[in-house]
């Protein structure tokens, strides 16, 4: 079983297509590996296909977003260039971008009746009489 899982963060908006019946979504994931002078970045071609890339998380899948992703790992040649492929089995958000910006518009909430709040009360006057003899 080819099963890769990995994290990165989007380099561009998503795209959205038909192939045939089926609707596809493609985006590139840069999956960084190694730290310091090794850090290296592998760009990553994923797609996502049928029912999830029709649903409504393809309209969180904007440049910069964190994501985790899961699939099957393949490779295509184009022009004399081997490029790593994911056919993506799950995306997950994992965390938020710098800039939310181009986040979608959230319908409003509907704020509950706004209530005053509570007075403080005001604190007993404690004042004794030093008289007493206990």
């Known amino acids: 079983m080819n099963n890769w899982s990995f994290t990165g963060n989007l380099g561009k908006d998503c795209r959205i297509g038909q192939v045939g019946q089926s609707a596809v979504c493609n985006f590139n994931v840069a999956a960084k590996s190694g730290f310091g002078q090794n850090e290296q970045t592998i760009w990553v071609d994923c797609a996502l296909w049928g029912k ?44 938020g971008k710098s800039d939310n910006a181009n986040a979608p518009e959230q319908a409003p909430r509907q704020q509950a009746p706004q209530q005053s709040a509570p007075q403080p009360q005001k604190a007993p006057d404690f004042n004794f009489d030093d008289s007493i003899p206990f």
């Open 52 to 95: 999830q890339a029709e649903s409504g998380l393809v309209s969180y899948l904007k440049k910069g977003q964190q994501v985790a992703v899961t699939g099957e790992l393949g490779t295509r040649d184009h022009e004399g260039k081997t490029y790593i492929t994911c056919r993506v089995s799950s995306v997950s958000l994992i965390g």
